[in-house]
């Protein structure tokens, strides 16, 4: 059984930094891409950041660029995401995902249908 399960959220003031990790177990994480996502309330849950399988590309939403930095550790089986300079619009529940497919490219990598398991989420929250 496939676990994904996120730490490191928090609270932050605008312009600290958070870093998220996630965990996962019960697959072989260095065969499969894998992402960040986030839902504001009351908002659709939107792409953050992905990574291919081998940590050789990745791929971030505009607003993150220069900001957020996505990586992954296989021998650890986890995934990272560092968060820098923070803005209130970063507030939102963060979720990890893990590919359905191994060895995905890139394009495939931002759409939220690729992915087949998920962390439960972690809460977010940048105000002064």
């Known amino acids: 059984q496939v676990q994904l399960v ?9 312009g600290e930094s958070l870093r998220l990790s996630c965990a996962a177990s019960g697959r072989t994480f ?13 908002k659709e849950r939107e792409f953050v950041a992905a990574i ?4 050789g590309r990745t791929y ?3 607003s993150v660029k220069g900001r957020f930095t996505i ?21 939102a529940l963060y979720y990890c995902a893990l ?7 890139l394009s495939a990598l931002r759409t939220e249908g690729s992915y087949d398991y998920w962390g439960l989420g972690i809460q977010v929250t940048v105000s002064s």
């Open 60 to 62: 971030y939403e505009d």
């Open 71 to 91: 990586s992954r550790d296989n021998a650890k089986s986890t995934m990272y995401l560092q968060m820098n300079n923070l803005e209130p619009g970063d507030t």
């Open 6 to 14: 996120e730490s490191g959220g928090g609270s932050a003031q605008p």
């Open 30 to 42: 260095r065969e499969f891409g894998v992402a960040w996502f986030r839902q504001a309330s009351g």
């Open 52 to 55: 291919r399988y081998n940590g």
């Open 99 to 105: 590919d359905g497919s191994p060895y995905a490219i």
